[in-house]
Structures are given as structure tokens and as C-alpha cells.
């Protein structure tokens, strides 16, 4: 069974060509912001390029929606013959990349850039071109090769049949030019620290690790002449890091030089090796890196990633909470070297769980408890399921932990290690459980809410009643699916973990099979009320079939803990 409590996310950096005027930026924004469900994270116009950057983060289809909203209010207010400004463009919003947070595939986030890219073009009514992993054909993956001759040179760009729009009239729109639409990996501006105050010697590391390397020059290698290639171009050394930009600066500020790295690709160098190697090179050169700096924001995964590597460096188990992997990460890569690092104000998805209600999982245990006791009908049994389904798992991830711990287990800790984080994704799929059960209740209420005056009405609400009970029954059968699964963990730990802990593997079998068999009495009581029978019979067969196993399941690992104690 598949394992996530990832939200889909997607973030979209739109450029639009205005820098100076802030009333027509703020009404692009405020499209933005009209779309349900999106997060504007920042806005940064520059003058002297008179253009704004802007950034916002959602689900795939909000994102398109507020991208296709700011990008028709553009077209309407900013008029591109009167443009000037020193960054390349060509168009009133000039480009358009989407970028996968979370959740969503490189492939999936270049298929939404074209869905927004055909619907831009059909009613905007302006000349689309699709670039990097939305491109159709090869040579327009460069943004700079789409954008060649910018908007001064579009009517007879737009006139080549080797430059026909991928969507969209190919016809001259002097008003508000032509869009690049794309998808593009996250880009990470990532700071390294040095114990040294030296430009160049900042700079000789950055030549090291960056993609471009250095040039080779003859005799001297930094005065010496440059030597060329046949092509006349100059002759380089490559650096270390593949997708990677680096320079050395001087920061008055802290008093230090850093390597500015830029990271364009972090599914090819990820943060911690960017950090590793600049770590490897200073030493050669006889300087230490102290510490690291993320400007701007990052996805949760790249800092997990981080935590991982160097907890299995230190041979721990890295199935642990998401928060303990973090403050693994930030202490690894000396992120509060210079200032305090707050992991809420710069990971793209807790700044936006900052943003939403918390709900049953952001309670204290007392208080999900009186909430419970309350007169309010949620949460009710198919929650607490959940919240029973998530505490046995976590009990059989604890009983992993502390057998990956175990002195003279050394050898057996990745073994460890790997249940662990497999019970951490039951504990976090089911405890995401929580609340969607609760929101599933919620839905059936609201569909009950609709109007009924008519026929169309009545029709309508009969539809929106039967889609919403049959959600209500399908997530308590995902709650049994999955509290089902962790007995994989749970009995593998009464089996093989810490003998010490035996008792704990018990309960977690004791709180799997009552999450079960609670979620099942959920199940049945929605699945009365489905019209459609066969849908309703399948659900409640595989429930009947879960809480068989469960019950099997349960016996035997008590049988193992009975033995033990």
C-alpha cells in the first residue's frame, strides 16, 4: 500500500513586467490571492528591471486557477509598448514556471504548465511558448532561446513558422507581447560560511564545486592568459557539483566570506552535498566552513533529506519524527550559525499549515479529549480510530527506534532503522486520518445543506449527499487499510526488537486491531445509506475481510508477547 501524507503542492514564480507602479502589482496579487486554497509567499519588484517577481504556493489546480487570473489582469494594465527595463522579457507577464514542491511529479507539474498554457492562449487570446520540461520540442527547453530578440523582435519571431506559438494567436499582441509557461525544478539560494575574510580564497572553493568550474589559464592560474579552445571559446576545468552556481563574496554584515551558491536542481545536488563538498574543499584549502544560510524558502523534503544523511552517518535510525529530522538537518549544516533559524518561517509547507486552522491533530491530548466528550458530533468514533491506529503504529516505531539504539546491536540498526521509518509513514498517514475523517462528516453535513426548492435543486443535493456518504465510507476503509498494515511493524518488533519493549509491541496490537475494528463500525454505518449497493457491498466486504485479518493478527502477536514476558 502506498504511504503519504504528503500534500500535493505546487509553487508558481510568475514575472511580470512592472516594477515601478506598486497599484498594478498589487492588483495582480490580488488576483492571486482571490483563489481559495493559495498562499501568497513573496513579492519583490526591482526597478531598475521594472519587474516583479512573485510567489505563491497551492494544489495544482488553485495554482493554475490564480496563475490564469493574474496573468489576464496583466494583460489588461500593463501595456508592453511602453515598457523599459534592463531584464530580458517579452511579455506583459513574461514567464510563467511552475515548480513541484510536494507530492507532485516533474512530469505532473509540466502537464499543468501546458493545461494553463492551452487555456492562456484560447482565452487570453496571447502567443504561449512552453519551456524547460513543458517544452514540446527540444530547442525551446532554454528560456533564453524562447525569448531571443524579446519583445522588440516578436513580429518577426512571430512570423517564423520555426517560431509558431505552442498556443495562441501568432500574431504580433503589441499590447501585451508574448508568455513563456513552464516547468522548472525548485531553485535553492543556499549561503555557505567560512572562518576566513578572503574573497578569493571564497571564490577558489566556489570554482571548485560550481558546474562551470574555472578557466585554465597558462603559467599563472589567476593572472596567466586564458587558454581557448578550436571554437574560440575558453577552456575550462568543470567543477565538482553538477547544477550548481557558486561565487565567493564578502558579507560586511557578519564579517565574513561566504560561497553564494545557487542550487538549480535539487533532485541532482541536494543541500547536504553542496554542504559536504564545500566543507571538503575548504579543508584542502586550508579553511573551515562554520556554518550555512538558506535565503528565501525550501521544501520540507530537502531539509528531511539533510537530517537523513547525516542521521545514518551517525548510524541512528532515521524513523523518527519529521521535527527531530529537521533540528538534525539545521544543526548539521550550522543553518543558525549566523541567526537563529525558525524552520516555520522558512519551509514552504509549515508556513502554509501556519496559515490553516489547526484542527483535532494541532490539540493538546486533554483537549481532543473534552473535545470529544463535547456535545459537537465530531470528532467521533472514526477519528478516535484514526488517533488508535496512529498510537499502535507509533508504539511499534518506538520499539524499532529503541532496538536500532540498543547497545551491541550495532550491526542491526539499518535493519532497525527501516522499520522505523516504515511505521513513521502509518503514524503520519493515519494521524493525517484524524482530521480528514472529520472533514468527511463535515461534507456530508453541507451536502445536507443544500438547497431543494426545485427539482434541479433536489436532483443536485441527491448527487452532492450520495458522493459525500460514500467519501465518509471510504475513509474509515483507509483507516482499517492502513492501522492493518502496521501490524507488519508492530509484529516484526514483537518478533525480533527489543526484548525490554515487548510489552509495548503488545498495545500497539491492541490499538492497530481496535482502530480497525472501530473504522469498520464506521463503515458500515455510512455504507447503509449509499444507493448504490454494489458499491456499498464491495466496500463493506473488504471491511469484513480487514477486521478478520486484524483479529489474526492481533492473536498472534500477543502470542509472541505472552511468550516473552
Avoid at 19 to 27: K, P, T
Avoid at 307 to 329: C, D, M, N
Avoid at 422 to 432: C, D, E, P, R, W
Amino acid at each position: 500500500m502506498k504511504l503519504s501524507n504528503q500534500s500535493r503542492l505546487i509553487e508558481c514564480v510568475p514575472n511580470f513586467s512592472e516594477g515601478n507602479n506598486m497599484e498594478v502589482i498589487r492588483q495582480i496579487t490580488h488576483e492571486i490571492e482571490s483563489v481559495s486554497g493559495v498562499r501568497l509567499l513573496d513579492v519583490d519588484p526591482g526597478k531598475a528591471t521594472n519587474r516583479t517577481v512573485v510567489t505563491f504556493v497551492g494544489a495544482p489546480e488553485e495554482v493554475m486557477e490564480a496563475a490564469f487570473r493574474a496573468i489576464r489582469k496583466a494583460s489588461e494594465i500593463i501595456d508592453m509598448s511602453q515598457h523599459r527595463g534592463e531584464h530580458p522579457r517579452f511579455g506583459a507577464t513574461d514567464v510563467c514556471p511552475f515548480v513541484p514542491v510536494s507530492g507532485v511529479t516533474m512530469d505532473e507539474a509540466a502537464e499543468y504548465a501546458r493545461q494553463l498554457a492551452k487555456r492562456v492562449g484560447d482565452e487570453i487570446q496571447i502567443p504561449v511558448y512552453c519551456y524547460e520540461y513543458a517544452a514540446f520540442e527540444e530547442r525551446r527547453r532554454n528560456l533564453a532561446n524562447v525569448r531571443s530578440g524579446e519583445y522588440e523582435g516578436l513580429p518577426k519571431k512571430l512570423s517564423s513558422p520555426e517560431w509558431k506559438p505552442d498556443f495562441g494567436p501568432a500574431t504580433f499582441v503589441p499590447h501585451t507581447g508574448a508568455i513563456a509557461i513552464g516547468a522548472r525544478n525548485f531553485l535553492v539560494a543556499y549561503n555557505i560560511n567560512l572562518n576566513t575574510t578572503s574573497v578569493r580564497r571564497a571564490n577558489s572553493i566556489a570554482f571548485d564545486i560550481r558546474e562551470a568550474g574555472r578557466v585554465v589559464r597558462e603559467g599563472d592560474p589567476i593572472t596567466g592568459p586564458i587558454v581557448k579552445g578550436e571554437d574560440g571559446e575558453p577552456l575550462r576545468i568543470p567543477g565538482t557539483l553538477k547544477k550548481t552556481k557558486a561565487i565567493g563574496w564578502f558579507i560586511e554584515e557578519y564579517g565574513i566570506a561566504q560561497i553564494s551558491i545557487n542550487l538549480t536542481d535539487i533532485t541532482v545536488t541536494p543541500i547536504h552535498v553542496a554542504f559536504e563538498e564545500a566543507s571538503k574543499k575548504a579543508a584542502e584549502r586550508g579553511m573551515r566552513v562554520t556554518g550555512s544560510e538558506l535565503v528565501g524558502l525550501v521544501p520540507l523534503e530537502a531539509l528531511l533529506a539533510a537530517g537523513r544523511f547525516y542521521l545514518k552517518k551517525q548510524k541512528r535510525s532515521v524513523g523518527i519524527p519529521e521535527r527531530e529530522i529537521i533540528k538534525i538537518a539545521v544543526k548539521s549544516l550550522g543553518l543558525d550559525d549566523l541567526k537563529p533559524f525558525n524552520p516555520e518561517e522558512k519551509i514552504i509547507e509549515y508556513i502554509l499549515a501556519s496559515a490553516q486552522k489547526k484542527a483535532l491533530t494541532g490539540l493538546t491530548l486533554s483537549a481532543f479529549v473534552d473535545e470529544t466528550a463535547s456535545e459537537s458530533p465530531a470528532p467521533g468514533g472514526g477519528s478516535v480510530a484514526a488517533y488508535l491506529g496512529a498510537l499502535g503504529a507509533a508504539l511499534g516505531t518506538m520499539v524499532a527506534n529503541l532496538s536500532a539504539h540498543k547497545r551491541g546491536w550495532d550491526e542491526r540498526w539499518e535493519i532497525f532503522s527501516d522499520w522505523a521509518e516504515k511505521g513513521m509513514q502509518y503514524v503520519n498517514s493515519l494521524t493525517a486520518l484524524v482530521d480528514e475523517d472529520t472533514r468527511a462528516f463535515n461534507r456530508v453535513m453541507d451536502a445536507f445543506g443544500l438547497p431543494k426548492g426545485n427539482e434541479k435543486e433536489k436532483a443536485a443535493r441527491k448527487q452532492a449527499i450520495q458522493a459525500a456518504t460514500q467519501y465518509a465510507t471510504e475513509v474509515p476503509l483507509k483507516v482499517m487499510e492502513l492501522a492493518y498494515g502496521s501490524f507488519d511493524v508492530i509484529e516484526a518488533m514483537a518478533k525480533t526488537g527489543n526484548p525490554n519493549s515487548i510489552s509495548d509491541a503488545g498495545v500497539g496490537a491492541l490499538a492497530a486491531r481496535a482502530a480497525v475494528v472501530g473504522a469498520y463500525l464506521n463503515v458500515r454505518i455510512n455504507a447503509r445509506d449509499l444507493d448504490d449497493r454494489t458499491v456499498a457491498n464491495r466496500i463493506i466486504q473488504r471491511a469484513e475481510e480487514l477486521v478478520e485479518h486484524a483479529n489474526q493478527r492481533e492473536k498472534e502477536v500477543l502470542k509472541q508477547v505472552y511468550e516473552k514476558l
